[in-house]
């Protein structure tokens, strides 16, 4: 078996492809420790699917199954055009839906699942807060001036 590692805008990914579809939650735990093993935030299995590219495992360092990692897609796209696995235009199967990616270079880039609305008003330190599942979920909060957003966390924090 070879395995590679990616990284994509600090995270970092143990990634192989197979065509073997079986549970690695063991190995994803032993592999992503980052004392005794390669270290990861999470590990990507690609096995092939009759409809798209190819298909995602994806499990936690922890060794439990995740739906959807956005810098996990961008890695596995990259690392599944390096190594042939399909064209620089691609779509591939997640527990979220279907990820489209296109790869130039070094540079990858996804189309995630369409984003849905899971709660649409929390007001928590002054701001106005949604949360998103866009296969996972994101609190997310839109601000004009992110530096006033930062000193506000900032002060919060030493509070």
């Known amino acids: 078996m070879q395995i590679t590692k990616y990284n994509a805008s600090g995270n970092d990914f ?3 492809h197979t065509f073997l579809k079986k549970s690695r939650n063991a190995l994803a735990k032993k592999l992503c420790n980052r004392q005794t093993g390669i270290g990861a935030d999470g590990l990507i299995v690609l096995t092939p699917h009759n409809s798209y590219d190819f298909e995602w495992e994806f499990y936690n360092s922890d060794g439990s199954d995740a739906e959807m990692c956005g810098n996990g897609s961008r890695a596995v796209a990259h690392y599944a055009a390096t190594n042939g696995l399909c064209e620089n235009q691609m779509k591939f199967l997640t527990v979220a839906g ?3 990616a296109s790869v130039e270079g070094d540079d990858a880039e996804v189309k995630l699942t369409e984003p849905k609305i899971l ?4 007001i928590e330190e002054g701001f106005k807060w949604q949360l998103l599942d866009t296969g996972v979920p994101h609190l997310v909060t839109f601000v004009d001036d992110l530096k ?3 000193k ?3 002060r919060e924090m030493r509070n």
């Open 98 to 100: 279907v990820v489209e």
């Open 119 to 122: 709660d649409n008003i929390i």
């Open 152 to 154: 506000d966390i900032a």
């Open 148 to 150: 006033v957003y930062s």
């Open 14 to 16: 143990v990634i192989f």
